[in-house]
C-alpha cells in the first residue's frame, strides 16, 4: 500500500494498471491532443534536480478548431502517484472518456494534463525546496500558460480541478489553498488525507531507508519505500541534508516527533478548518471513491467535515476498487459535473 502515509490505496495503485474503457459512443467527434512542454518558474532551482520543463497533455474539444472565436472552460486534471500524465491518460483512456462524454451531451471544454513525476515517482503536488513548488506550478504557472495560448475563458468560474488517488489529494491541498482560481472541484479517491503516527512509519522499511545514501540507491527500493521518500521530501525537506535533503519520521527506531509534525501539517483533514471560507467559494465540490478502496475511510471524513461546515459537496461510494472505475467515471460523471457547474460564456 502506499506506504502508510500514501499507503492507504490498494496494491493494484503501486504501478501502472490496465482500466476497462467504457464503451465508444455512438458519434463521438475527435478530440486534438497537444503535448507541449510548460516552464515551471516555481519548480526552478529545486534540489531534486527536477526539470522545470514539465510534459503538459492538452485535449482539445471538437469543435476547437471550427468555432476560432470561441472560449472554453478548462479543466485541470491530475495524475497519481508512481504514473507521469501519460500513463494517467491510459488509464482514464483519453481521448475516448472525454469524446465520449461531449457526444452524451457535455459541453465542450479543454482538459489540462500535467505530468507531476518526480525522482521518488510523484511530487505530491506540495511546496517544497527539494522537489520545487508543484503546488504553485499547477495554481499559477500552467494556467497561467494555458490561458496565455488557448482559447479559454480566464476567469475562476470557468476552470475546474480534478485528480486521483495523490492527484485527489493535489486537488484537495490545492483547491483549498487556491480557491481564487478555480470555480468547481472533482476529488477521486483522494489519498493521504489523515496524519499518520510513528508506528506506521517504523519497522523494517524505516531501516531499510536509513540506509539510503544516494539517489540510485533510491530508486532501486520497493514501491512502498519510494513512496515514502517522496512524501519526506514533499512534506519534510532538509537543504542541509544531500544527497536527498530530506528528512524521515523515523531514524534509528526512534520517532522524530517534530518531522511527524510536518507531516500532519500537510494533511488535509488536520488543517481543512483554516479553508472553510475559502472552500465555501466552490460553485461546486465533489468526492468519489470505491466501495473496496482503502482510502474509503478518509474520503468519507472529509466529506463530514464539509457537512459539518455546511459546506454543499457531493459524495458517492459507487461498487468499485481504487482503479477499477476511474475511466467510466471521468466521461459519465467528472465532465459532466464541470459541464453542469463551470461557466461556459465569457461575462
Known amino acids: 500500500m ?82 507521469g500524465a501519460q500513463q494517467w491518460m491510459g488509464e482514464i483512456h483519453v481521448p475516448q472518456t472525454i469524446e465520449g462524454a461531449f457526444a452524451k451531451g457535455a459541453g465542450e471544454m479543454i482538459v489540462v494534463l500535467p505530468d507531476s513525476k ?58 483549498m489553498r487556491h480557491a481564487d482560481v478555480f470555480g468547481a472541484l472533482y476529488m477521486m479517491s483522494p489519498c493521504c488525507l489523515s496524519p ?31 513512496a515514502q521518500l517522496a512524501t519526506a521530501a514533499a512534506w519534510s525537506p532538509n537543504p542541509d541534508k544531500p544527497p536527498l535533503f530530506l528528512d524521515l519520521p523515523v531514524e534509528n527506531g ?9 507531516w500532519a501539517a500537510n494533511a488535509p483533514l488536520a488543517f481543512v478548518d483554516q479553508y472553510v471560507s475559502a472552500l465555501a467559494r466552490y460553485k461546486a465540490i465533489a468526492i468519489d471513491v470505491g466501495d473496496r478502496d482503502g482510502l474509503k475511510d478518509d474520503a468519507t471524513k472529509l466529506h463530514a467535515a464539509l457537512d459539518r461546515y455546511g459546506i454543499a459537496n457531493s459524495f458517492e461510494i459507487y461498487a468499485g476498487d481504487h482503479t477499477s472505475g476511474v475511466s467510466a467515471r471521468m466521461q459519465d460523471n467528472v465532465l459532466p459535473f464541470f459541464s453542469r457547474h463551470l461557466v461556459f460564456q465569457a461575462r
Not at 134 to 141: G, I, K, Q
Not at 196 to 224: F, N, S, V
Open 254 to 262: 526512534v520517532a522524530r516527533p517534530e518531522i511527524l509534525a510536518k
Open 196 to 226: 499518520r503516527d510513528a508506528g506506521q512509519l517504523g519497522g523494517e522499511g524505516a531501516a531499510a531507508l536509513a540506509q539510503i545514501k544516494t539517489l540510485e540507491d533510491a530508486q532501486k527500493l520497493p514501491w512502498g519505500l519510494r
Open 118 to 175: 518526480t525522482v521518488h515517482n510523484g511530487s505530491m503536488y506540495s511546496s517544497s525546496r527539494t522537489t520545487g513548488d508543484f503546488e504553485t506550478f499547477v495554481a499559477r504557472d500552467l494556467v497561467a500558460y494555458i490561458d496565455k495560448h488557448y482559447r479559454t475563458l480566464p476567469v475562476r468560474e470557468s476552470r475546474g480541478l480534478v485528480g486521483h488517488s495523490m492527484g485527489g489529494y493535489g486537488a484537495s491541498r490545492i483547491g
Open 2 to 83: 502506499l506506504l502508510t502515509l500514501l499507503l492507504a490505496a490498494p496494491i493494484a495503485a503501486r504501478a501502472q494498471v490496465k482500466t476497462a474503457a467504457p464503451p465508444p459512443v455512438a458519434g463521438a467527434k475527435p478530440a486534438v491532443v497537444q503535448k507541449i512542454k510548460v516552464h515551471a518558474v516555481a519548480i526552478e532551482g529545486n534540489l531534486e534536480g527536477e526539470s522545470a520543463d514539465r510534459d503538459v497533455f492538452v485535449v482539445l474539444p471538437p469543435g476547437y478548431a471550427s468555432h476560432p472565436k470561441r472560449r472554453y472552460p478548462v479543466v485541470y486534471a491530475l495524475h497519481g502517484y508512481s504514473i
